[in-house]
């Protein structure tokens, strides 16, 4: 998901080696950034502006989510890759469904 490609390349991995680190490609931060903007055209396209602007919304919450976990933890690990895509896709079905 597009979650992922951003977090992967915003927020650095905690470990050495570990079940998230081949998802991990050091540099091209155009693809983060190109990721961003593919799924933020698609969705406006497809759903409206109305929409795009609750996915905004998930992308703060998920950019929240990296800044607290870089701070505890040092970095991402695959627990936290898991439960970030958890979390963002709950956060999109609330606000989708309110």
């Known amino acids: 998901t ?8 915003a927020i650095p ?5 570990g079940r998230g680190t081949p998802f991990l490609v050091p540099g091209r931060r155009w693809h983060a950034l190109s990721a961003t903007v593919v799924v933020l055209v698609a969705t406006a396209l497809a759903c409206g502006v109305g929409r795009v602007v ?3 919304a998930v992308l703060l919450v998920t950019a929240l989510f990296g800044w607290v976990t870089r701070r505890q933890l040092g970095g991402m690990t695959g627990d936290t890759y898991g439960a970030l895509t958890e979390t963002a896709q709950a956060l999109a079905l609330l606000l989708h469904c309110r």
Not at 2 to 9: I, K, P, S
Not at 13 to 17: G, K, N, Q, V
């Open 54 to 56: 609750l996915l905004i």
């Open 13 to 17: 991995y905690a470990r050495t080696e």
């Open 2 to 9: 597009q979650r992922g490609v951003a977090e992967a390349r």
